[in-house]
């Protein structure tokens, strides 16, 4: 079955930086576009980064320039650089499989203050 488990959440002051990863397994991760989403308390489920199968990285307005989405394709694993971060990036961070989305992780809390 698929499995998508982040990790690399934490608390850094504004101006810091993270990575996540999310691990995939039980699909043929090569082939699927993967998605990284945003969810902060009391708002909408927000987009951030999606990269394709062939590694062209797409991004949401407000994190343009900031976060870098990558993947490594032999570690069925897809990254998410967090850097410049705001108190705004403040949200439950989770990898999705697919277009649309058809599997989530479990999430990794970021907090920035």
């Known amino acids: 079955h698929v499995q998508l488990v982040e990790s690399g959440g934490g608390l850094v002051q504004p101006g810091g930086s993270l990575r996540l990863s999310c691990v995939a397994s039980?699909?043929?991760?090569?082939?699927?576009?993967m998605h990284w989403v945003r969810q902060a308390p009391g708002k909408a489920r927000e987009a951030v980064a999606g990269?394709?199968?062939?590694?062209?990285?797409l991004y949401a307005d407000p994190v343009k320039g900031r976060f870098t989405i990558s993947r490594d394709n032999a570690k069925n694993t897809v990254y998410l650089q967090l850097d410049s971060l705001k108190t705004e990036d403040t949200a439950m961070y989770y990898c999705c499989k697919g277009t649309p989305p058809d599997n989530w992780g479990q999430g990794t809390q970021v907090t920035v203050s």
């Open positions: 039980g699909f043929t991760f090569s082939t699927y576009v």
């Open positions: 990269i394709t199968d062939e590694g062209t990285g």
